[in-house]
DNA sequence: TATGAATGAGTATTCATTCAT
DNA sequence: TATGAATGAATACTCATTCAT
């Protein structure tokens, strides 16, 4: 009566045999990732079984199955929305940025504002970004394409350097500093090791893009 | 790579209520320990179940409760020990400083390489210093010792900015950035978001040194 | 022996949340609690572990969760089915007789019979009311429900005795002191320490209730 | 390293193979003993663990099978001391007793209050009474002993009826009928069945002995 | 497309007991 | 006489996954 255990898992790469064409799947697909959402949300990475995502989202574990290959594979496509919403505030924030100077500001404290208030998109990206993912033949390809979401995402901040004189190098490596300072921060931040010594994590940010915007008005830092 | 470290260990930590203080004893608490670090290794933080590690130290899950009070002390040791290690790289570091300058890249620069060449201390320390400790209970006490211990691995950078013409607030400020920075790229670092765009994480990580000590002997920022 | 009962078995009581009404699915439940009345009788009360339910019933122990929600779950509605069954009995019983002295003898008897032939039930009576239940989350909701049950199938007593010329606090009076005789004989019977005094228990029960039913034809015994 | 498990048990009869002749011997019985009836006290049944009763009696769990043959070894002693405070009791308040009817209400109610004040010695002797004790060659033995010793603290109140005029077969009956009602009484009290109906178990106990009493003064109930 | 049913592996922890020392 | 160390079996329960229907 039904053999199970023979984690079988596909083919190899980690294209999903479902055919995803109907119109109504797709709404489906929706509605199970927003409940996803709605649980990390609530109770956490540790709490976000199959079985309460399921739950949430009104339907039976195993029918989840139908939608999507593994519980990773839903892990992976809620990090992918975060990624989109996150994509949608900094563009909104950049929108009102006129000079280069307020665009590169506008895309980093957009960057660090939005996992600031939403921690629980950052618990994923952290979660994700690392080991999370067993099966590592699927996340090899996903992996690939969180890199190029986060690439474009950052992409504004090197552009901005560039406009403000910067070589491209140096706008890139610019890129990465800010996203490493705020990578920190927001990892002290919501870890609590921020309060501890008494500091305001988006103060620091801000203050980090001062010193670094003033430098470039300076001129070139010299090679690195 | 096998040493516990220090451990101190008095009569408050986490061990077992009896005495235990022979040799054999201490000897095998060190094997059961050196088991887990590498079990965290080989499996990730995730795979490293009591059964796991007493599985690779060759011992029964119930032998291990006599050594030790629950599976989270164990980790708590091993994460104790990691932390022991990086207190003898940095003060291995910092013996070799002569000026105030020195000795604050010493101390930032210890940190980050420690953890740069062992990455799995990495994992551990974000893990630990994370939500992954769910007993609350014991986790809260352990928690502030961590704190604290951290605390007191970080200071020699507060100190030699004092040393350096900052005052006392400027100077933890500085040491938090620092920190944080650190975290930052050695969190991209080990997650492949660094070489990615072609950079190399110590040289940012000297560079920011460089960048903040400039910056020190020109004058304070301002209040922050 | 295995027919469980008339259950009822409403929203509330202890059912997993889904729907399950499925015919297939009630005789599988049927068929788990057999199992489990059937390893009280061999293995005892301490034996009667989920995995050894589990077993009997041809089951993993995580099948069992499919259809209960716990073990304090199936425990219980073992008892359940054992007061439907002694419910049914009394009532059997109570037909047939025809003046309030014989309806109470028949309630009376008819309580003591059934768990004097049904040792095992008698058994899980003792275990579940008293503090076998650990979660007392659970517990106390099913042992107010306990209770209730347990009320009504003695209010007969009660009532006859009010016919017999008793106020209803002596009603309830006896009706308490006809329960506790026959717990206490029921006790010693099951323990071979009525034997062991060369006494009859059904005997010794019939001739309490003899003298009672006497002493509520001549007159009430006073306050006590 | 120490092969265990194997329940090889001594020789099956259940005669401790131990020597015990030293008067240190038995002092140390004596006080695991009273650390086993401290735990039953305030852990209850199920908190009564070797490893807590060693705790408490500042052993080894190891130390204890020095002693003690088993586990449950150490409930039966507890019992049997259990019964010797019982008997104890007992004859201090017949000691007050001047008529034959008080002597028998001094055992009968005595018994009663004892268990009624000591409700965690009610529980061990239910416990233990029952099917507690796995090793059954084992108990068998002490099965009989615990009779016996029953048999003697109840004799008063058959000594008593007899010298009420009863005969000895009478005189017997009564004495397992008070037995009887006061454990069944008990059984309620103990598990809160009694004041969900309003009662006082004493009161109840008392009123059910004068009823005796006034049926043993008027005259012989006839055969049963 | 979805469910009910079931699985096996896994979770941390406790237990009474044993044995070399 | 007692300990430290270790064992194997047991505890209830959760998990992601599978499969027949």
């Not at 029918?63 to 992918?80: C, D």
């Not at 998109?121 to 699927?138: A, I, Q």
Request: net charge positive; with cysteine; hydrophobic share 45%.
């Amino acid at each position: 009566m039904g053999l199970p255990g023979r984690k079988t898992n596909g083919e190899g790469t980690g294209t999903p045999r479902r055919s995803r064409r109907t119109a109504a799947g797709e709404l489906k697909r929706g509605l199970i990732l927003e409940a996803a959402r709605a649980v990390f949300e609530s109770e956490g990475l540790d709490g976000a079984s199959l079985r309460a995502i399921a739950a949430k989202a009104g339907y039976t574990p195993a029918a989840l199955y139908f939608h999507f290959e593994s519980k990773e594979a839903i892990y992976a496509e809620v990090l992918q929305a975060s990624m989109a919403r996150l994509g949608a505030a900094m563009t909104r924030r950049a929108a009102r940025a006129k000079s280069p100077a307020e665009r590169l500001r506008a895309a980093a404290m957009g960057f660090f504002d939005f996992y600031q208030k939403n921690p629980r998109d950052l618990d994923l990206g952290f979660y994700l970004f690392r080991g999370g993912m067993k099966p590592r033949g699927l996340g090899a390809e996903r992996d690939r394409a969180l890199n190029a979401a986060l690439a474009a995402l950052l992409e504004p901040i090197a552009l901005a350097a560039e406009e403000l004189g910067a070589g491209r190098a140096e706008a890139e490596r610019l890129m990465v500093e800010c996203f490493a300072h705020a990578a920190g921060l927001l990892l002290l931040a919501h870890t609590g090791r921020i309060r501890m010594f008494g500091a305001s994590a988006p103060r620091l940010m801000a203050s980090y893009l001062d010193e670094k915007l003033e430098r470039l008005g300076t001129g070139p830092a010299g090679p690195a």
